[in-house]
């Protein structure tokens, strides 16, 4: 018997967590299919939907030193990160595949090589919970870069690993492991590349894969210290995964702002891409008789999507134009809508932003300290 399994499901906040959940991919779906109807009855009161991004192959030019752009897939072994992995591949990318087990590494190059046999594809083990095994990868990935003779550059950035945990479990560094995996490793990641994805002659780009699950969080206490270690015990009421996925907005924004505040042609451009709701291995930690009722609930609210059709949002982001940054990529087709107004706090972003960026650098000295101890 799961025990930890039991006591989730058996929870208040499980089952509250599971009817927002579903109201809150109900309205998205609701609002990305009514907006240009109410638009045209309403103009008044309703704005016109933007039109769509364009998705834009790379095609470099004669002089230009990249000839093949770098994807990293963070989370690329399954899911939403292997068929992120196997349609930038088909784009032309030389993608990276990033994930915890060789294992699984392998058997996903050999998949998707069995399916593209010309696919451009490698295997690094990255655990992204782990501030020292992302340094290591970042060690790995300069001296690939310079072992295969390659432009010190990266392309594109895929911030897609994430998991949902049934109990609260602290990592090597200290935090919550489901915080780690699914925001912090994510803003450690993107900040220890960015000097690469800067350094790219071609415009660059970060897709932070987020949920439409931040709308059930519409309010955040800015005073908390939010992140920090001893303030742990402020989620043990909250919706964790929620309040994760609006810090990556946050997070997002908040890049978006400071690249673009420096240099209005900055060459990195910051996306979000929510999938929507996708059958994927999220759930893992859930029952299995618990995963296939919500799979069946969903599906037959013609809610529930493969990771081929899902992933349609992450590889708009991933290829379009760099007037596209600061973005929320949802539905397909090139299509953006508005992410919850909390989302777009600039003062709570900033606050955030600081709060992580400390954090960051703390790991970063305890792991540099250690190495000398060695």
């Known amino acids: ?12 906040q499980f089952w509250r967590m599971a009817v927002y959940w579903t109201l809150a991919l109900v309205y998205s779906r609701l ?17 016109p939907p933007p039109p769509p991004f364009s998705r834009r192959r790379f095609s470099p030019g004669h002089q230009c030193p990249v000839r093949r752009p770098i994807c990293v897939v963070t989370g690329a072994t399954s899911g939403l990160g292997k068929a992120a992995a196997r349609a930038l591949a088909a784009e032309g990318y030389h993608v ?52 295969a003779n390659l432009h010190p550059s990266v392309q594109l950035l895929i911030n897609n690993a994430g998991i949902l945990a049934k109990s609260s479990r602290v990592t090597a560094d200290g935090f919550d492991e489901m915080i780690e995996t699914n925001y912090l490793g994510a803003f450690f990641l ?22 439409f699950t931040h709308r059930c969080v519409s ?38 702002r400071q690249l673009y505040a420096m240099d209005s042609a900055s060459v990195v451009s ?26 069946m609930v969903l599906g037959f609210l013609h809610l529930l999507q493969s990771p081929e059709i899902g992933v349609g949002s992450i590889i708009d982001a991933a290829l379009a134009s760099p007037e596209a940054s600061g973005k929320y990529f949802y539905g397909a087709k090139g299509r953006t809508i508005k992410s919850s107004p909390v ?3 600039a003062k709570l972003s900033k606050e955030l932003w600081l709060c992580s960026y400390e954090l ?15």
């Open 31 to 47: 609002y990305l299919l009514l907006l240009p109807y109410l638009s045209n009855r309403f103009p008044s009161l309703f704005r």
């Open 343 to 345: 989302s777009y706090d």
């Open 219 to 256: 309010h955040v206490d800015q005073n908390k210290g939010i992140l920090a270690r001893e303030n742990f015990h402020v989620f043990s009421s909250k919706n964790l995964y929620a309040f994760i996925t609006v810090c990556t907005l946050l997070f997002s924004y908040e890049l978006h």
């Open 1 to 12: 018997m799961d025990w930890e399994a039991a006591k989730m499901m058996c929870s208040l």
């Open 360 to 374: 960051l650098q703390e790991c970063k000295s305890r792991i540099v300290n250690l190495s000398k101890l060695d």
């Open 96 to 147: 990276l595949l990033a994930s915890r087990s060789p294992q699984a590494l392998n058997k996903a190059v050999w998949e998707i090589k069995k399916h593209d046999p010309n696919a451009y594809v490698e295997a690094f083990q990255l655990d992204i919970s782990s501030m020292h095994s992302i340094m290591k990868f970042e060690c790995n990935l300069k001296q690939w870069l310079q072992d």
């Open 190 to 211: 993107t900040n220890i590349l960015l000097p690469l994805l800067k350094n790219s002659p071609v415009p660059s780009r970060i897709v932070n894969v987020t949920s």
């Open 270 to 295: 910051v996306m979000a891409a929510d999938p929507g709701f996708v059958e994927t291995n999220i759930m893992r930690e859930l029952p299995p008789s618990l995963r296939k009722l919500a799979f």
